[in-house]
């Protein structure tokens, strides 16, 4: 089946450890994308990748580290996690970035809880 | 700054027809999104406006006024299964998206 995937659905992290979110695209999208969901707040962007070997940071990047070494996958890395990262994490993807017809996919996400 | 407004929760009746209300003040624009999401899963693709006026898909209708930064999300003959939180988001100058923090809609039988 076509689509996003994310691994894990979820994970408790202690304070300070370095943590992996990987995502995995199907779809052959050129762009991808990393965003947090906190309660009471908007989706925030916190890195994407418009085409592969390249990223680009967002709205909320300190703290995270990206790659893109190919089409299909986006990792996302907290090099010493802090509690304020405890959140829902969705990566996304587009086939047409910097088009205003662009339309973005989400993955599953995962919850993460940092202690 | 950028800001994208929405209520925080609303409630219909099965059957019923909701209007969802989004303002926005973004620097720039390029097209506002509406997606859906329900509780614990991934937000879905609704509908996109770049211009001026009402596109409607099925049940789901929505507006768009630029000149107001103002849209709305039509939901008509409600089901059950619209229970969910809808997400506004404006595509600014950057092609980036901007969130509004979602309204959830509670649908009563």
């Known amino acids: 089946i076509a689509g996003i995937t994310q691994a894990p659905t979820s994970q408790i992290l202690a304070a300070g450890r370095r943590m992996t979110l990987r995502c995995t695209q199907d779809?052959?999208?050129?762009?991808m994308y990393w965003y947090r969901q906190d309660l009471g707040l908007g989706l925030r962007l916190i890195h994407y990748s418009n085409t592969a070997g390249t990223t680009g940071k967002g709205e909320v990047p300190d703290g995270y580290s990206v790659s893109r070494a190919n089409t299909d996958d986006f990792p996302l890395t907290l090099a010493s996690a802090v509690p304020s990262q405890t959140s829902v994490y969705f990566c996304?993807?587009?086939?047409?970035?910097?088009?205003?017809?662009?339309?973005?996919?989400f993955g599953p996400g995962t919850r993460l809880t940092v202690l | 700054g950028q800001n994208i407004d929405q209520p925080t929760e609303m409630t219909a009746t099965e059957g019923a027809i909701v209007q969802i209300n989004c303002t926005y003040q973004t620097s720039g624009f390029n097209g506002l999104f509406w997606y859906q999401q329900h509780a614990g899963e991934a937000p879905t693709f609704l509908s996109y406006?770049?211009l001026d006026g009402l596109e409607e898909k099925g049940r789901f209708s929505s507006f768009l006024s630029r000149s107001k930064g103002y849209s709305y999300l039509l939901l008509k003959e409600l089901q059950m299964k619209d229970s969910a939180s809808y997400l506004c988001a404006v595509m600014d100058s950057n092609y980036q998206l901007i969130w509004g923090a979602g309204t959830k809609l509670i649908i009563k039988p």
């Open positions: 406006n770049v």
């Open positions: 779809m052959r999208h050129n762009a």
């Open positions: 996304a993807s587009s086939d047409q970035p910097g088009q205003i017809t662009d339309t973005q996919y």
